[in-house]
């Protein structure tokens, strides 16, 4: 196999959502040498949406149906799913993703919440798992559950996962970010963090032991606080241009984090997959399927998830 290991491996998602166009703006704005790019998608899609100023490496993968911008398709689902099956097969440095719709992937019999997942089946060995993590510049959120009913996640949440996945962040900050000794906040999952447990038991009974266990091993992290008060340096530290206090703000549930932090920077929110031997990046937007093939996707955020993947 071609070696691919110092190449950033961009798949171009959902054939028929906003993923191939802007791949080829982002590509074209960006000017990245053709050297450090390899394309994962189909010559046909490609052209459908646009035509890249580079002369970037496609590796072809077989699309023999027609490309119907804004239809959720088994076709296009299944499509989409090669695409990161193959990214992952070539181990390359990085993987950039388009997105890719959920409902699609299941039509064609892929029963994953999420590209994140596809990763982690592909990738992950020796108990790796994947974490989904959001950055704005150094305005980061991590999820500590993801595509999730809400009335599952008090469910879900317990000492053992939320110990794990502060220990992968930790990890992540040292080995790759090389942020020896990264400080978190963590967001309670009830109002007012519970209140003493008036409103909700969960921060006394799993989330402070969990945070005493991580604190004994080292990690600076506080105690679980509101959302909504806690977000508030996040939002203006990133609004005014500073540095946030913390280096990452943990989120209990899929909406608590990611309303934050695309309403401050809704453009230039990154999606990473972390925790795996190869980071992936994504925008943090869906298809569009309402605006696939009109040519007026912005690429800003899929220029981060490349950009991201340069430094």
Do not use: W
């Amino acid at each position: 196999m071609k070696d691919y290991s110092n190449k950033i491996a961009i798949t171009t998602g959902d054939p028929n959502g906003i993923g191939a166009e802007i791949t080829i703006k982002a590509l074209n704005l960006l000017n990245i040498p053709s050297k450090d790019i390899v394309i994962i998608s189909n010559s046909k899609v490609i052209n459908t949406y646009g035509n890249l100023n580079n002369n970037y490496e496609v590796i072809d993968i077989n699309y023999d149906s027609k490309i119907r911008p804004g239809e959720i398709s088994v076709e296009a689902g299944d499509f989409a799913f090669r695409l990161l099956e193959k990214a992952c097969q070539i181990r390359p440095k990085f993987i950039v993703t388009a997105p890719t719709s959920k409902e699609a992937m299941n039509l064609a019999g892929h029963k994953f919440s999420g590209q994140t997942e596809v990763l982690e089946h592909f990738l992950a060995h020796d108990g790796q798992k994947a974490e989904m993590l959001f950055a704005a510049k150094d305005f980061r959120v991590l999820l500590l559950t993801r595509h999730l009913p809400l009335k599952d996640v008090s469910k879900t949440l317990t000492k053992a996962l939320i110990i794990e996945k502060i220990e992968r962040l930790r990890s992540f900050f040292q080995n790759k970010l090389m942020i020896k000794k990264p400080s978190f906040a963590l967001c309670s999952l009830n109002p007012h963090a519970g209140e003493n447990s008036l409103l909700g038991d969960e921060e006394e009974k799993i989330i402070l032991p969990a945070i005493e266990a991580v604190r004994n091993r080292g990690i600076n992290i506080t105690n679980p606080m509101p959302a909504d008060a806690l977000f508030i340096n996040g939002v203006q530290s990133y609004l005014r241009g500073d540095k946030s206090s913390y280096d990452c703000y943990i989120a209990c549930y899929h909406d608590q984090g990611l309303i934050p932090i695309k309403a401050a920077a809704s453009e230039k929110t990154v999606n990473m997959t972390i925790g795996l031997d190869i980071i992936r990046t994504s925008p943090s937007h869906g298809t569009a399927f309402d605006i696939a093939g009109k040519n007026i996707a912005n690429p800003e955020s899929m220029i981060e998830a490349i950009k991201y993947c340069l430094y």
